[in-house]
C-alpha cells in the first residue's frame, strides 16, 4: 500500500468507518471535523482532527478550498470524501489533483458526467444500457398523442426545459392527454418561457434495483452483485438489502452486465453505483443515475460478497489493480439493512437531535452496527439525522427477514427519539415478509390510518 | 540484488531519523518498506496558555502568514501594541490570502504559531494582555 496518510472529508458513522479501514492497512488518518464535531468517535480514533469551520456545513464540510488545505497541510497523500458533502463534487477532485493529493473516488471527469442526468443517460444509452422510453421534444399535441402511443401509458409530462416539479402532469388514459398536455405546456410556458415537453413512461408499480461497481486504473471493472433498495420514503432510502431475491435471475443478470457496460464505457475507476428501475408489470429494466460514491447502504454488499469495499477503494485509488475476478464474486446468503434515524416519525419525521442517554446495541454473529453513536453522545442539530445502519444476515431472505425483526426489538436507544419504532412496524407487514412492494408502498401504507396508530409512536423501550 | 533490512539496521536508521529534523521518511529496500512520520509536525496543541488569557483566534482554516510577503518582518511580536482592527497576520487558504483582524486591543504577550503552520479554524494565535486590564 503506497498511501501513508489519508485525510476523512466527512463526518458521522462513515468517518468512523473510513478510519477503521485505513487503519486496517497501516494507513494513517486525519479527520476533518467542524466546530461542532471536535469530540466526536471519528475524531478520537483518527491519528489526529482538524477543525476545519464552523458548525455549519456550508462553512466546513462543504468547503472545498478548506478540506484541501486541511488535507495538505497535514501532510496527507490521499483524502477520502465518504458520502453526501462533497463527495460527488467534481471540484474537489480537481483542487486535489491540483495539489498532489489522491482522490479516492472517480475521476473529476466522471463524477461532472455522470452528475449531468442528461449528460449519464446519454452516455447509458450509448453503452447500450436501456433508458426510460420517453422524448424531451414535445412541443405540440400531435406530437404528445404519437410518443404516447409509441411508449405507452401511464405518462408523465413535465417541462423539458427547468428542473423540479413544476407543471407535472401524469396521463393514465388517452382521452386525458389533451387537456394534460394544454395544462403542463401552458405552466412550463409560464414558469420557464418555453413550452416544450419532457415525456416519459411513468412507472408505476416499480422496484429500485443497484449494482455496484469497482474498477481499478488498469481497466478492469467488476460488479459485486445488486441491492434492492425499494423500500423509499420520499426518495430517501429506508431499507436496503441484497441480492435482489425477488426479481426472477435472467433479468437480474441483464441488469448486472448492463452497470458493466456503462462504467466500462465511461472508463469508471474505483467504487460505484448504477440504479436501475425494474417495472415489475413488464419485467423490464432502465438506467436510473450512477453514485460516483461510496453509498450508505454498501455494507449489504460486504456483508455478501466478503469483500471490504473501502479497504479496495483505497487500493485502487493507490493504483494496484483489483486481485479479485468476476468469477470469484459470489453472493452468499441474504443480508438487510435498516437505517436508524434520530427522527419523530409519528411527527412527519421530524429531526430528533439531542443527549443520547442510553444506547444498546444487539450482539450476535449475524450483525453488524456501524454508528458513531455511544451513550453520551449528543447528537448536533446541524447534520443529516442518521444514527446508525443494522445489518443483518441470514442464509436467506426468510432467515434475514426474521432476524432484523428480532435484532430491532434488541436496540435501544434513549434520550432521543428514533426510527427503531417506526421500522419495527413497516418490517412487520406481511407485505414486506412477501416481498410484495414497490417504491410507493412506504408511503402508501404509512398513509392508512391502522398504521399510525399501530405503534410508530411512542412505546415502552425495550430492555436488553 | 538489494538485501532485506534486517532489525538493527531498521533501529540505526530510526535513531538517525529521530536527530534529524525531517518531518517524515519513506525508504523501500528490496522488499521491506520503512515509513516513518513525526507525529503531525503542525500539531502545536502543546502549547500551555492559561484557560483565562486573552487570546487571537484563527478565523478560518489555512496556512498563518505572519508577515506581508516575502522577506518583510512579522507583523507582530511580543510587546506590539495592537488595536482591534491591527492586522496581525495572513491566513492563505489555496491561492486567497484573508487578513487576521485583531478583535481586541492590548499587548502580545505571545505569538502561539510559527510562519506558515497549518492553523485550524478556532486555533489560538496570539496571547494578549489587553488594554486597560489590571497589569497596566
Not at chain 1, 471535523?33 to 455549519?56: M, N
Not at chain 1, 450512477?290 to 460478497?305: D, G
Not at chain 2, 532485506?4 to 529496500?29: K, N, P, V
Request: overall charge negative; aromatic content about 6%.
Amino acid at each position: 500500500m503506497s498511501l501513508r496518510r489519508v485525510f476523512v472529508a466527512n463526518r458521522g458513522e462513515i468517518a468512523v468507518r473510513i478510519v477503521r479501514a485505513c487503519h486496517a492497512l497501516g494507513i494513517e488518518t486525519v479527520v476533518a471535523v467542524s466546530d461542532a464535531d471536535r469530540d466526536s468517535l471519528a475524531a478520537r480514533l483518527a491519528g489526529r482532527s482538524v477543525c476545519i469551520g464552523p458548525a455549519r456545513s456550508s462553512t466546513s464540510y462543504l468547503n472545498v478550498d478548506a478540506v484541501v488545505t486541511a488535507a495538505v497541510g497535514t501532510g496527507c497523500d490521499a483524502l477520502h470524501p465518504g458520502y453526501g458533502f462533497l463527495a460527488e463534487n467534481a471540484a474537489l477532485a480537481d483542487a486535489c489533483t491540483e495539489m498532489g493529493v489522491v482522490f479516492v473516488g472517480p475521476r473529476a471527469e466522471t463524477i461532472r458526467e455522470m452528475g449531468n442526468k442528461i449528460r449519464a443517460r446519454e452516455l447509458a444509452a450509448r453503452a447500450g444500457v436501456p433508458i426510460v422510453p420517453g422524448a424531451s421534444d414535445v412541443a405540440d399535441f400531435e406530437r404528445a398523442a404519437s410518443v404516447a402511443k409509441e411508449i405507452g401509458l401511464p405518462i408523465l409530462l413535465k417541462a423539458a426545459s427547468g428542473g423540479g416539479g413544476r407543471g407535472m402532469q401524469v396521463v393514465r388514459e388517452l382521452a386525458d392527454l389533451r387537456g394534460a398536455f394544454e395544462t403542463a405546456s401552458a405552466e412550463a410556458r409560464a414558469a420557464f418561457g418555453d413550452g416544450t415537453l419532457y415525456v416519459e413512461r411513468l412507472i408505476l408499480n416499480a422496484r429500485h434495483i443497484e449494482v455496484q461497481i469497482i474498477a481499478d486504473q488498469h481497466g478492469k471493472v467488476l460488479h459485486l452483485g445488486e441491492r434492492d433498495c425499494t423500500l423509499q420514503r420520499r426518495h430517501q432510502k429506508i431499507v436496503e438489502e441484497g441480492p435482489a431475491a425477488l426479481v426472477a435471475e435472467p433479468l437480474l443478470k441483464k441488469i448486472r452486465d448492463a452497470a458493466v457496460a456503462l462504467a466500462v464505457g465511461v472508463r469508471y475507476e474505483n467504487a460505484g453505483t448504477v440504479e436501475f428501475i425494474v417495472d415489475q408489470d413488464r419485467n423490464e429494466f432502465f438506467f436510473l443515475e450512477v453514485n460516483t460514491r461510496i453509498q450508505v447502504e454498501h455494507p449489504v454488499t460486504e456483508a455478501l460478497t466478503g469483500v471490504d469495499l473501502v479497504q479496495e477503494q483505497l487500493r485502487v485509488a493507490a493504483g494496484e489493480p483489483l486481485k479479485l475476478d468476476q468469477k470469484q464474486v459470489r453472493l452468499t446468503g441474504h443480508a438487510i439493512e435498516c437505517r436508524i434515524n434520530a427522527e419523530a416519525a409519528h411527527k412527519g419525521f421530524r429531526p430528533s437531535p439531542g443527549r443520547i442517554t442510553a444506547w444498546r446495541e444487539p450482539e450476535h454473529d449475524f450483525v453488524r452496527v456501524d454508528t458513531h453513536c455511544y451513550p453520551g453522545y449528543v447528537v448536533p442539530p446541524f447534520y443529516d439525522s442518521m444514527l446508525a445502519k443494522l445489518i443483518v444476515v441470514g442464509a436467506d431472505r426468510a432467515e434475514a427477514v426474521s432476524r432484523t425483526r428480532q435484532v430491532l426489538e434488541e436496540f435501544s436507544v434513549e434520550g432521543i427519539e428514533t426510527t427503531l419504532p417506526f421500522l419495527r412496524t413497516l418490517l412487520a407487514r406481511p407485505e414486506y415478509v412477501s416481498g410484495a412492494v414497490n417504491t410507493r408502498w412506504v408511503e402508501k401504507v404509512m398513509s392508512e390510518s391502522d398504521f399510525s396508530n399501530a405503534g410508530i409512536s411512542e412505546r415502552p423501550q425495550v430492555h436488553g | 540484488m538489494a538485501q532485506d533490512l534486517t532489525q538493527a539496521d531498521m533501529s540505526e536508521i530510526l535513531s538517525a531519523f529521530e536527530r534529524s529534523d525531517f518531518a517524515c521518511l519513506d525508504l523501500a529496500i528490496g522488499s521491506v518498506r520503512l515509513a516513518v512520520t513525526r507525529p503531525s509536525v503542525a500539531e502545536e496543541g502543546a502549547l500551555d496558555i492559561p484557560p483565562d488569557a486573552a487570546v487571537v483566534t484563527a478565523p478560518l482554516l489555512g496556512f498563518f502568514q505572519s508577515s506581508d510577503g516575502g522577506g518583510e518582518s512579522a507583523l507582530v511580536g511580543p510587546g506590539s501594541e495592537i488595536q482591534a482592527d491591527s492586522t496581525i497576520g495572513f491566513i492563505r487558504v489555496m491561492q486567497k490570502r484573508f487578513p487576521v483582524k485583531a478583535g481586541k486591543s492590548g499587548t502580545v504577550v505571545r505569538v502561539l504559531v510559527e510562519d506558515r503552520q497549518l492553523v485550524e479554524y478556532g486555533q489560538a494565535l496570539l496571547e494578549i494582555r489587553p488594554a486597560g486590564g489590571d497589569e497596566a
